[in-house]
Every structure is written in C-alpha cells, then in structure tokens.
C-alpha cells in the first residue's frame, strides 16, 4: 500500500509570504518520506462544511501544483478533486498537460461533480442542479480522453460543450495519459462513471465495511459496461482528527484486504512539512509492508 498526502490547509503563522517556503518544504519532506501522491483542493474560499470558515486562506489549486511541480521530482501531483463547473473541459485537459508536461509526467486528474455553492455564487461561477453537473462531469472526462488522443483532434459535439477541434500539442508525457481519479462515493452516478472513464476511485475512508460495500457497487458497474474491475486503482482518503496517525498501519490492513492499494492522509493546518517528517513517513514505510 501507498501513502499520499493531502494539503488542506494554507494557514501560516508568517502570513502569506510564508507560504511558498513551506510548499516547498513540503515537497522536499513528502519525497524524502517515499509518498506516492500529493493533492490540494480545488476550492477558492475554504470550506465552511467542515467547520472551517470561508476567510481563512486558500491557494488556487493549479498555480498550486505547478510550483510543487518545480520542487519535487517523483510524486504524482493533481487536485482532490478538480470541481468541474470551474474550468471549461478543453481549457482543462490543456491545463492538466501543461503539468504533466512539465512534471515529467506526474500529473493526475482529480475530478468531480463539484458542491461548495457559496464560492460559486461569490465569484460569478454558474453554479447548475446537480443532475447537470453529473451531465457536465461525463462530458469533461469525454473530452479530456479525446484530447489525450493524438489520433484524434477532431470536433466533439455534446449537450452542453461543443468544440470544433481537440487539438493537444504537447501531449502529455504520461502514457497512455494522466491517470483520471474520479472523487466520491455516489452509488448510481459517481461509481458508474468511475467504471467507464477513470483509472482510479477516491473514496472516503469511513470504515472498511463501507468502503468494501462501496467497492462491490463498483464491480457491479464495470460488469455491466464490460470493464475490468482490476484495472481500477482504488484509494481512500483517511482523515485523522488527532492528526497523529496513532493506529494507522493497523487500520489500513483491513482497506488493503479490500484491494486498496493507497490511503491519502491530511496534516493539520499548522508547519505540514514538519508534519511529513514526523508522522507521515513512518506511516509510509509501515503501509508498503502491507503489500
């Protein structure tokens, strides 16, 4: 099993300054602990759901990666999850090369249906029913798959996007294309589109048996469009109020037994490439024993 990371949080006692130090550190600490992923957000204001509240600092997520680009060299790099209602599609795959690219081929797209209407409403971002958002979501993922395939930039005509070309130039470096992580647990939507279109599900860790339940849904979806189940990496985020990872080792041998081959773990707000050294890498080292 693998270990990512997940940045939450841009709270910096220095203030904003301090920000780009620490993001680099976090790289540095993050490789130097053998973590396999590294995510931030794709939000604008932080989260109030979480009981957070909307004026406390937060980075746009791309400007984000592309500087933890510069400042690491193995760990795959991408959003938890990208919102789709923020980036038209094309604009989108061309984003996520441009950081694949320029990763070396690192990149990930994390991608959802996006929820937070209030940052929506804020910045002027149309916000739809959810339902069109799934449309929407479906559509991108369409896209982005044709965008990443060289033998086709032709048009695409859908319900709610319609480009006249899919042109690409550079194509990613990742082959056959960066990974496609699609984020959440949605039985009738989000798990079927996992089972069409992604290499890899992001599910919340809540216990082993949701997450086996969860996994058994998905099956069943790839058996109806013909998919190999297998061939679908399977990861949980795991979050740990004590920020600790007291037990952590332990309780991911029962999501490896599941098939879940990385657990994604958040520092608390405060110095996470401190965090790293202390607490992720002897959870990272203690997780591969698990296979």
């Not at 992580?181 to 809540?206: H, P, W």
Request: aromatic content about 8%; charged content about 20%.
């Amino acid at each position: 099993m693998r270990l990512g990371v997940h940045i939450t949080r841009f709270n910096h006692p220095d203030g904003p300054a301090a920000l780009g130090p620490e993001l680099a550190a976090v790289g540095a600490a993050a490789e130097a602990a053998g973590v396999s992923r590294l995510s931030v957000m794709d939000h604008y204001f932080q989260m109030e759901a979480y009981g957070l509240t909307a004026t406390e600092p937060m980075l746009e997520g791309y400007t984000t990666l592309g500087y933890l680009a510069a400042h690491t060299s193995t760990t795959q790099l991408g959003l938890l999850v990208t919102g789709v209602t923020y980036r038209h599609p094309g604009l989108l795959a061309k984003i996520v090369t441009s950081l694949d690219v320029l990763s070396g081929g690192r990149a990930f797209l994390g991608a959802g249906a996006a929820w937070y209407e209030r940052e929506h409403t804020a910045l002027g971002v149309p916000f739809p029913p959810v339902a069109e958002r799934f449309e929407r979501l479906e559509e991108t993922l369409r896209i982005c798959r044709q965008m990443w395939d060289p033998q086709n930039n032709g048009p695409f005509g859908g319900k709610h996007y319609q480009l006249a070309e899919t042109l690409n130039v550079p194509a990613p470096v990742s082959t056959p294309h960066p990974e496609i992580m699609i984020g959440g647990g949605g039985e009738k939507k989000t798990l079927r589109l996992v089972a069409q279109y992604a290499d890899a599900c992001n599910l919340f860790g809540s216990s082993p048996a949701e997450v086996g339940h969860k996994l058994n849904v998905l099956r069943d979806h790839c058996e109806d469009v013909g998919r190999d189940y297998a061939a679908i990496r399977k990861t949980v985020l795991y979050i740990d109020p004590s920020g600790m990872l007291d037990g952590f080792p332990e309780a991911m041998a029962d999501y490896a037994a599941l098939g879940v081959d990385e657990a994604i773990v958040a520092p608390p707000e405060d110095a996470p490439a401190q965090w790293i050294e202390r607490h992720a890498a002897p959870a990272a080292r203690a997780v591969a024993e698990l296979g």
